[in-house]
């Protein structure tokens, strides 16, 4: 065996095996095993935030990056 670099395609087949496993295991909770809840935030046609997540087969939201310009951060209105 070695240790090597997952492809994207490789990637998205060991999620896949993943969660057919999980879902062998506990029912799921919702329609759609994955929903993107991806969304950007724009000013001036600039993005000036974004958040990369999807909400998984059991309503469970996993974040990717999360991420707010830096002019922005620490402010409580836009």
Known sequence: MKIDVCSKKEQDY???R???YN???VEAKQKENFIDLSKKIGKDDKIVAGIVARMYCWN???VD???VDSSY???KTW
């Open 14 to 16: 060991i999620i896949e």
């Open 18 to 20: 993943l969660v057919e």
């Open 23 to 25: 879902l062998s295991q």
């Open 60 to 62: 469970v939201v996993y």
């Open 65 to 67: 990056t999360l991420w």
């Open 73 to 75: 951060r620490g402010k």
